[in-house]
């Protein structure tokens, strides 16, 4: 309970920042890994877990709109509480479902301009993070990774202090 006291008074005490579209512009970057478009009827998603079938209905509605990543992946996303994205990649050519190990699913309360959560684009194997995955804080910043074919690969990460602008709270 102490620890948790000190902790909101530091958290209080440190000037209110946001991680912001400009300030972290040199992450969102998406070129470089091109995707080449896949064209088809989508696979239903692989249910192989508690997990993945605890948001099946999620990953269902998801899937059927389409690949909207690294050309032939479809990202699908559900809110996870408040200021909170949950994320996972479906490959449409196999339904094969894969969330990131320890991200995947981002705290996004510090985030702002036209950055969100997890940032990507159909004609790219490059996703961005943006926030605190799992809610640590002590971890938050903007992560870029490459979609190899079997998972993801850390490309870079800029600590939160570095992308952050000053925000006024109203």
Not at 21 to 34: E, I, N
Not at 47 to 56: G, S, V, W
Request: aromatic content about 8%; overall charge positive.
């Amino acid at each position: 309970m102490v620890a948790a006291f000190v902790s909101l008074m530091i958290a209080a005490a440190s000037p209110a920042c946001i991680i912001t579209d400009s300030a972290a512009r040199d992450s969102l970057r998406f070129d470089g890994h091109p995707a080449k478009a896949w064209t088809g009827v989508p696979a239903k998603p692989v249910l192989d877990t508690p997990d993945k079938r605890l948001f099946r209905t999620v990953l269902r509605e998801g899937v059927a709109k389409g690949p909207n990543f690294a050309g032939h992946m479809t990202v699908v996303q559900w809110g996870c509480g408040t200021s909170c994205v949950a994320w996972a990649a479906v490959d449409a050519r196999t339904g094969r479902v894969t969330k990131l190990p320890g991200a995947d699913y981002m705290d996004t309360n510090r985030v702002g301009g036209m950055l969100h959560g997890v940032n990507f684009e159909r004609g790219s194997r490059v996703i961005v993070l943006a926030g605190a995955p799992r809610e640590d804080q002590a971890r938050a910043g903007v992560y870029r990774y490459l979609w190899t074919g079997d998972g993801f690969r850390l490309l870079s990460f800029v600590p939160r202090e570095k992308v952050c602008e000053p925000f006024e709270a109203p």
